[in-house]
C-alpha cells in the first residue's frame, strides 16, 4: 500500500500555486454529470460546504480520472489524503448562504500515503 500511496503521491502532486491544502480523511464523495465533490474531514480554511462536500473538480480537468480514482482508493483504504486546492469564492458558507456548486474550492492537486 506504501508504494501505491508514494506513487499516487508522486504522479499527483505538482506544485502549483494552490491558495490551500488540508489532510484528512475522505469522509465521502459524489459524482455528478459535470464534476466530482468531495469531502475531507477537518477541511475548513477557504471552503465552503455545499451539502457537506467541500471541493469539486471540473470532469473537464485533465487530471479528473487520475483524481478520481485516487479519492475512491482513499475513501476504502481510510487512510490520510492530502488535498491541494483553489479557495473558495464564498469561504465558511453552506449551501443555504451563499455556497454553491461554483464557488466551492476547486481541487488542483491530490495524494494519499502511508507513512
Not at 480554511?45 to 485533465?62: D, H, I, M, Q
Not at 475513501?75 to 469564492?89: A, E, G, L, N, P
Not at 453552506?94 to 507513512?115: H, K, P, R
Request: net charge negative; glycine share 8%; proline share 3%.
Amino acid at each position: 500500500m506504501k508504494k501505491i500511496g508514494i506513487v499516487t503521491f508522486a504522479l499527483l502532486c505538482p506544485m502549483l500555486a494552490d491558495a490551500g491544502w488540508v489532510k484528512g480523511m475522505v469522509d465521502g464523495f459524489y459524482v455528478t454529470p459535470t464534476d466530482l465533490r468531495v469531502s475531507v474531514t477537518g477541511a475548513g480554511a477557504g471552503t465552503c460546504s455545499s451539502w457537506n462536500y467541500e471541493f469539486r473538480l471540473p470532469n473537464t480537468s485533465t487530471q479528473y480520472e487520475d483524481i478520481l480514482a485516487t479519492v475512491i482508493a482513499a475513501h476504502i483504504s481510510k487512510v490520510d489524503t492530502t488535498v491541494w486546492y483553489t479557495d473558495s469564492t464564498a469561504p465558511g458558507t453552506t449551501q443555504t448562504n451563499g455556497c454553491t456548486e461554483s464557488s466551492m474550492a476547486v481541487i488542483t492537486a491530490l495524494g494519499m500515503a502511508d507513512f
